[in-house]
């Protein structure tokens, strides 16, 4: 025998339950930023031109994303934009000019940055230069690098196995 509800309860309306949206927001941004960052950590931070073959080395760190200098083959890019051909360097001279202007304004402008948002200004360059490069073209590009405030070189190779 079942037992009669109370008089309060016969004429109590059922709720409908509801979800709060706001912890539902917030646990959910929380995953899309953790994701976020998860992912942007592992990502490629230098991207190889189409011609050119990086060196193997047996040792290797993960690259930082620094400034790029790229020597293909036939060109010499600057944060993957052709900046001059190969063919335009002065046999005479160890400077690269071109390359040197264009550094020495990349400089100045992470100077200024440094001054007005507080971003440090590391001075290094990350140098990819192909397998079969004649040494003096990466001498000359060194040179060039140094002479334009970016004296920390890290120079790219491909990691073996």
Known sequence: MAFQPSKSKRHMEKEEGQLNMNSMMDMM??????????????????????????????IGEKPKKELQVSVTKNDILVNNKPLMSLKDIDPESVLIKPLFNNLTEIAQGEKQLEIDVGKEFTHTVIIQGDEDMHFDILYKVMYTCSKSEYYKMRLLTVKKG
């Open 29 to 58: 941004t929380i995953i899309l930023l953790f994701l976020l960052k998860s992912f942007s950590t592992e990502g490629a931070l230098v991207t190889q031109s189409a011609d050119l073959t990086l060196p193997e080395s047996v």
